[in-house]
Nanobody, 114 residues
Framework: QVQLVESGGGLVQAGGSLRLSCAAS????????MGWYRQAPGKARELVAV???????NYADSVKGRFTISRDNAKKSVALQMNSLKPEDTAVYYC????????WGKGTLVTVSS
């Protein structure tokens, strides 16, 4: 089992910034690829950013240049720095541990007002 707890969501004006954090724990946790996904109302869950166990990153085109994913393996945590937020970034953001099977957190809501 892997438990993931997200924090840092909230309400922000367009152009603002938020930093999401995810703390991992559990008996089967190991260093693995981790990521952030999001799901807007009425839409499918989509990939936002992934960071490999070695620190390589990949981003959705819609957030490139604005979002930065990072991890601290010693602290078993992953973060998502979100800058220049847009109303279309409004969604529930989920942390994911991309092992086999994958595990997901319960999500944190990010609301960007125009």
């Amino acid at each position: 089992q892997v438990q993931l707890v997200e924090s840092g969501g909230g309400l922000v004006q367009a152009g603002g910034s938020l930093r999401l954090s995810c703390a991992a724990s559990g008996s089967t946790f190991s260093i693995n690829d981790m990521g952030w996904y999001r799901q807007a109302p009425g839409k499918a869950r989509e990939l936002v950013a992934v960071i490999t166990s070695g620190g390589s990153t990949n981003y959705a085109d819609s957030v490139k240049g604005r979002f930065t994913i990072s991890r601290d393996n010693a602290k078993k945590s992953v973060a998502l720095q979100m800058n220049s937020l847009k109303p279309e970034d409004t969604a529930v953001y989920y942390c994911a541990w991309l092992g086999s099977p994958p595990y997901w957190g319960k999500g944190t809501l990010v609301t960007v007002s125009s």
